[in-house]
T-cell receptor, first 115, second 112 residues
Framework: GAGVSQSPSNKVTEKGKDVELRCDPI?????LYWYRQSLGQGLEFLIY????????KSGLPSDRFSAERTGGSVSTLTIQRTQQEDSAVYLC?????????????FGNGTRLTVT | AQKVTQAQTEISVVEKEDVTLDCVYE???????LFWYKQPPSGELVFLIR??????QNEISGRYSWNFQKSTSSFNFTITASQVVDSAVYFC?????????FGTGTSLTVIP
């Protein structure tokens, strides 16, 4: 497909379990962003990648959250020991270059529910 | 600090009415970009428009128009003759340096 692909689209997990969320950016896009959208809230920045490196991890809520990107393409966001407050939609976006005038292209998100 | 404020959390209009979505931003940077995104019920955010800080010219695209005023730090979005398909959450965003800052969104419902 031509767009940003995220999987799974929905994930239900028990409190305390680990989860991995995957993002496939648009081919050739070097910049990749993760955001979190809680019910009725705006977009909360988590982390961004330029290539495989993450210059800005300031948005990660706690050390239970981590992310990596390999081959300048696929990214995985991992949440360890999930808590109920982690329930949200996790959105991934990519852009052709790390340039603040380049619009972000978003995926459909992963809806995470922690029971 | 950078900040985007969308004071209108929810708006309902009857089909064919005009509606304006407000966006106010804060930044000390002189060079920045402003964006509007649409998030329909399907969930995917769709890019609508980008405007740079040096271009205050208003823009019209079909039923959509945008009014950028640096004097009031606002970048408002107007939909003319609204349609049911316009029902969505609309986000305003500010981009400076390496970061994008999003408002909390305005949920628009167009009633047939």
């Amino acid at each position: 497909g031509a767009g940003v692909s995220q999987s799974p689209s929905n994930k239900v997990t028990e409190k305390g379990k680990d989860v991995e969320l995957r993002c496939d950016p648009i081919s050739g896009h070097t910049a990749l962003y993760w955001y979190r959208q809680s019910l009725g809230q705006g977009l909360e920045f988590l982390i961004y990648f330029q290539g495989n490196s993450a210059p800005d991890k300031s948005g990660l809520p706690s050390d239970r959250f981590s992310a990596e990107r390999t081959g300048g393409s696929v990214s995985t966001l991992t949440i360890q020991r999930t808590q109920q407050e982690d329930s949200a939609v996790y959105l991934c976006a990519s852009s052709p270059i790390q340039n603040y005038n380049s619009p972000l292209h978003f995926g459909n998100g992963t809806r995470l529910t922690v029971t | 600090a950078q900040k985007v404020t969308q004071a209108q959390t929810e708006i309902s209009v009857v089909e064919k009415e005009d509606v304006t979505l407000d966006c106010v931003y804060e930044t000390r940077d002189t060079t920045y970009y402003l964006f509007w995104y649409k998030q329909p019920p399907s969930g995917e955010l769709v890019f609508l428009i980008r405007r740079n800080s040096f271009d205050e010219q208003n823009e019209i695209s079909g039923r959509y128009s945008w009014n950028f005023q640096k004097s009031t730090s606002s970048f408002n979005f107007t939909i003319t003759a609204s349609q049911v398909v316009d029902s969505a959450v609309y986000f305003c965003a500010l981009s400076t340096g390496n970061q994008f800052y999003f408002g909390t969104g305005t949920s628009l419902t167009v009633i047939p």
